[in-house]
C-alpha cells in the first residue's frame, strides 16, 4: 500500500486528501479488503470512503482509493499532523507489522522559543536536577532536520542554559559545539553533536531539552594516539506529535518537563510510507501490497 496526501503543505482547517494505492500481488482474489482501525493527531472529520466499506480485489489486481479530513488546531500548534491505519481481507489474515500506512500532513505558521540545559554528566543516562553544574560556552544551532535551512543559535551561560527564539512549530535539528576539552554524550555513537527536538506553540516556558557533556582528558604530546568515542547526545524534548510511521503512525504528545529525560539517536524525520499487507486464506494465500 502507498499513500501520498494531494499537498505539501496545509492550513489550519484546510481540507486533505489522502490518495491510497492497493496491490493484490498473490494468485487468489481478495475479499473484501478493508479498514480495520488506526490512528490520527492534528485532524478531523476523517471520510475513510471505500476503505470503510470494502472492496473486492482480484488477484494481481491494483485500485486506487481516496480518503478526506480537516487539519485542526492541534496540527498548527505542533506543526503537522498524521492519519495512520490498517487493512485487512474477510478470506484471510495479514502481518500486522505489514499492512499500516502513515501519512504525515505539515501544516507551518506556528512558533515558539526553545530551551534547555547542557549539564555535566558521566553517561549519556545522566539525569538533570536544579543542583546538577551546567556547562557555559557550548553554542548550540537550531536548523531544519536536514540541516539546510538556518533557525537560530545561542551559547550556554554559567548555569548551562541556552535559549532559541522563534522557531517554527515541528522538528528541528539541534548541533552541538563545545569548548576545548568538552563533548556531548548520547547513547546512539552515530549521533555525534546531533540531536532532534520537537517545537511546540503551548504557553509552556520551561526547558525541555536535557544534554549530558563529559570533560574529556586532552592527551599528553608524547602519548600513544588511541580512538575516541564518538559524541553523543541525549535530549528531553517538548510535547510532539508521533511520527508517522509518523509518523510511523506518530505516537501521542510526550510528557515535558525538568525531570523527562529522552534519549535520542540521529536526527532524522521518520515518515513511513510503503508497508505491505500479507493475507492469508483458508486455502489459498492471499497477498496484497499496500
Known amino acids: 500500500m502507498t499513500s501520498a496526501a494531494d499537498k505539501a503543505t496545509y492550513a489550519e482547517g484546510e481540507t486533505f486528501t489522502i490518495t491510497v494505492t492497493v ?77 499500516i500506512t502513515s501519512v504525515r500532513l505539515l501544516v507551518p505558521g506556528a512558533f515558539n522559543d526553545l530551551s534547555g540545559y547542557v549539564f555535566e554528566g558521566k553517561s549519556s543516562g545522566a539525569e538533570w536536577t536544579p543542583q546538577t553544574p551546567g556547562v557555559p560556552g ?12 538556518k533557525y537560530a543559535e545561542a551559547t550556554t551561560d554559567d548555569k548551562g542554559l541556552f535559549r532559541l527564539s522563534h522557531l517554527p512549530a515541528g522538528d528541528v535539528l ?4 563545545g569548548p576545548a576539552g568538552w563533548k556531548i554524550l548520547t547513547s546512539d555513537s552515530s549521533a555525534g553533536n546531533h540531536t ?60 515535558t518537563g525538568a525531570d523527562t529525560m529522552l534519549l535520542v539517536g540521529a536526527a532524522a524525520v521518520a515518515v513511513a510510507v510503503g508497508v505491505g499487507l500479507v493475507l492469508v486464506a483458508r486455502r489459498r494465500r492471499v497477498r496484497l501490497q499496500v
Open 23 to 99: 496491490k493484490n500481488k498473490s494468485s487468489v482474489d481478495a475479499k473484501r479488503v478493508h479498514y480495520t482501525g488506526g490512528d490520527s493527531e492534528g485532524v478531523a472529520d476523517v471520510v475513510y470512503g471505500e476503505l470503510r466499506t470494502g472492496f473486492d480485489l482480484a488477484a494481481g489486481a491494483t485500485k486506487t482509493v481516496e480518503l478526506t479530513g480537516k487539519t485542526d488546531h492541534a496540527a498548527w500548534r505542533y506543526g503537522r499532523g498524521f492519519v495512520a491505519f490498517q487493512l485487512a481481507a474477510d478470506n484471510g489474515e495479514a502481518n500486522d507489522a505489514d499492512n
Open 138 to 149: 557550548f553554542k548550540v544551532v537550531a536548523t531544519s532536520t536536514d540541516g539546510e535551512t
Open 174 to 177: 539541534l548541533t552541538f559545539t
Open 196 to 255: 532532534t527536538a520537537q517545537v511546540s506553540a503551548d504557553d509552556s516556558d520551561e526547558p525541555r531539552v536535557f544534554v549530558p557533556a563529559k570533560k574529556v582528558t586532552e592527551s599528553s604530546p608524547s602519548a600513544s594516539p588511541s580512538a575516541s568515542p564518538s559524541p553523543s547526545v541525549s535530549s528531553s524534548a517538548g510535547p510532539g506529535l508521533p511520527a508517522t510511521g509518523d509518523n510511523s503512525a506518530d505516537p501521542g504528545l510526550p510528557v
